[in-house]
């Protein structure tokens, strides 16, 4: 078999990463990792974060790989660049393709950026935004709510508008012109956030971007798959792949999402 990408999230929310590959890159395989059991990172410590991140690459290792994609925004914010340090292959994460895109953007040189807890308190997206565009201005803002609210499959309703209304009221008279979402989970409310944000700010989906950086570092490094049909999708996760399996139906539009259970680290 070709050797696959290997992806990993804390969850359910890095197949948003997955499907943006699939689409770029049908014929890649791909094997999938969900740290279901130890899900959120996003309220975490950068040092468990880093543990866990440790643990998920060793596994996908084991499984021939010959890409990594940390598909986990706050797992790319906090331990990308130790990941990188320790493991020999090309690891992509989400995070500098989102900040490259928003700066691209930008024409107000003014940046907004949503995630988790643990996203926004390590300043990562700004670190590197001002790093590409020392005079663009961030602001940031972690919405923790917007998590439960896309697994739960509330994605456009009234109580998604009104926690949307609630958070994104900070961004007003920010000047900002382009919001970075920043978390695996938020292109699932792009319709709502969006409706109220109003339309004059570019959404910046790091799905999107991340898979465009994949089929771009496969390409230079003429490791692209055979081109003829469609690739292998192998899923795992470290708790029981019921919810998995039923909410990344929804997540993927595929109905035939099947996951097996395996021990990561410690679970
Ligand atoms: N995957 C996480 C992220 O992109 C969101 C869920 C979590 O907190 O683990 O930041």
């Avoid at 660049?81 to 989400?94: C, Q, R, S, T, Y």
Wanted: charged share 25%.
């Amino acid at each position: 078999m070709q050797k696959a990408i290997g992806i990993f999230d804390s969850g359910i929310g890095g197949l948003t990463v997955l499907k943006e590959i699939v689409a770029k890159l049908p014929d890649e395989n791909i094997i999938y990792l969900g740290d279901t059991a130890r899900v959120p990172y996003g309220i975490r410590s950068a040092e468990t974060v880093t543990r866990y991140s440790f643990e998920n690459t060793q596994f996908l290792l084991a499984q021939e790989i010959k890409m990594l994609v940390v598909a986990c925004n706050t797992a790319s914010a906090v331990s990308l660049e130790a990941v990188k340090k320790e493991f020999p292959l090309p690891i992509i994460g989400v995070l500098d393709p989102g900040a490259r895109a928003a700066v691209r953007t930008t024409r107000s040189r003014t940046v907004g950026v949503i995630g988790t807890e643990a996203t926004i308190r390590s300043g990562a997206y700004e670190k590197a935004i001002k790093k590409l565009a020392p005079d663009v201005h961030v602001h940031s803002l972690a919405c923790p709510l917007f998590v439960p609210l896309a697994e739960e499959g509330w994605t456009d309703n009234d109580v998604a508008e009104l926690v949307a209304r609630k958070y994104l009221a900070s961004f007003q008279d920010t000047g900002i012109d382009t919001l970075v979402l920043g978390c695996t989970h938020y292109p699932l409310l792009k319709t709502v956030i969006n409706k109220v944000i109003g339309p004059g700010i570019a959404l910046i989906d790091s799905a999107t971007e991340t898979a465009k950086e994949v089929a771009d570092v496969l390409e230079k490094l003429k490791w692209r798959g055979n081109g003829i049909g469609e690739g292998i999708r192998k899923y795992y996760v470290t708790d029981t792949p019921a919810r998995f399996e039923q909410i990344g139906k929804r997540f993927l539009g595929d109905s035939m999402l099947r996951a097996e259970q395996v021990k990561v680290g410690g679970v």
